[in-house]
Nanobody
Framework: QVQLVESGGGLVQPGSSLTLSCVASGGSFRSYTMAWFRQAPGKEREFVASAFRNSGSTQYANSVEGRFTISKDNAKNTVYLQMSSLQPEDTAVYYC???????????????????WGQGTQVTVSS
């Protein structure tokens, strides 16, 4: 079982940038697929980005492609989500997730991840 702690959320203006961090402990970080999901009020949790275990291959939701970047630092057991050109529709609680078992075709599904952080709020507003 791996423990995940997110940080870096906050209130920013439209067009701003923000970087979220998620520190993992209690597992073999390199062997975990790491992902970011988000959940806005009244909406279902949705996939944002993932970095697949070992290879580090990344995938992004269409809504964030070109604006967000996910990266894994295996030396620091940390996954980052760099967000730029933020818009009000990016407002949500952002969750870090980890799985050592998720298969390639399921990496965008929330139910494929068994380890979750507590979430960090990102609010984009003028």
């Amino acid at each position: 079982q791996v423990q995940l702690v997110e940080s870096g959320g906050g209130l920013v203006q439209p067009g701003s940038s923000l970087t979220l961090s998620c520190v993992a402990s209690g597992g073999s970080f390199r062997s975990y697929t790491m992902a970011w999901f988000r959940q806005a009020p009244g909406k279902e949790r949705e996939f944002v980005a993932s970095a697949f275990r070992n290879s580090g291959s990344t995938q992004y939701a269409n809504s964030v492609e070109g604006r967000f970047t996910i990266s894994k630092d295996n030396a620091k057991n940390t996954v980052y989500l760099q967000m730029s050109s933020l818009q009000p529709e990016d407002t949500a609680v952002y969750y870090c997730a980890a799985s050592g078992r998720v298969i390639w075709s399921s990496r965008t599904r929330a139910d494929a991840y068994g380890n979750w952080g507590q979430g960090t709020q990102v609010t984009v507003s003028s």
